[in-house]
């Protein structure tokens, strides 16, 4: 098994984890996408920092380990950071259980559910020494946000590779499972959406991805 965490609320609040630890701070940082771009561009132009506003381009994490073809898709940018944070050790790590188990479960529940999502996506593409990666057999996600970009061509492209395998379970009384809004569609739900993010520009236009098991 290879689970993510979601926010840890008691000991991730001086910021020293992946995400601020606190439920006010979480829900601001999903809605909000961090850089509502998607990917990641210096002032300079060059592959870096995440800088809002910028035209976006490839994220170095898809771009190195995906086919041009597989890499031109669009995520969550902050929750993307994440998994880019750890995804190369997280392979190395895996590699050294080929030929020891028969199929890897990926899982994890709320950020930690988006981060298995991309983090599956990734490594189910991944062309870089293939013969060492583990066949997944199921991707099971608890209180997931929108992660992917609501653009058919990616719904497409992360479905045709992935949707089989991907369970996504949630409760109805989750509000983490309605961010990134799919679209901020009047006046009265951005007034809304813009008071919970302290005002900064809300993410637009996200989708779910996976088979849909509410409970």
Known sequence: ????????????KD?????????????????????VGGQ???????????????????????SQFLPQSLAE??????????????????????DKFKGLVN???ITGHSLGGG???????????DITAPEKKIKVSRVITYGSPR??????????????????????????????????FNNVSSEILEGIAKYVSGGLLVASGFTHIGKSFCL
């Open 115 to 125: 981060m298995a999502a991309i983090f599956y996506y990734i490594y189910r593409n």
């Open 73 to 94: 898709i669009k995520f969550h940018s902050g929750i993307l950071q994440a998994v880019a944070k750890i995804y190369p050790e997280c392979r190395r790590n895996l």
């Open 40 to 62: 990641i561009k210096s002032s300079q132009g060059k592959r870096g920092e995440i800088v809002s506003g910028q035209d976006p381009i490839l994220n170095p994490i898809l």
């Open 103 to 105: 199929d890897l479960v």
């Open 15 to 35: 910021g020293s984890g992946l995400f601020q630890g606190d439920v006010y701070h979480t829900f601001k940082n999903v809605m909000t996408d961090f850089n």
């Open 147 to 180: 992660v992917l970009v609501n653009k058919q061509e990616y719904i497409d492209n992360y479905n045709g590779r992935c949707g089989r395998q991907l369970i996504r379970v949630w409760n109805k009384f989750d509000l983490i499972t309605y961010v990134p």
């Open 1 to 12: 098994y290879l689970a993510f965490r979601g926010t840890d609320f008691k000991d991730a």
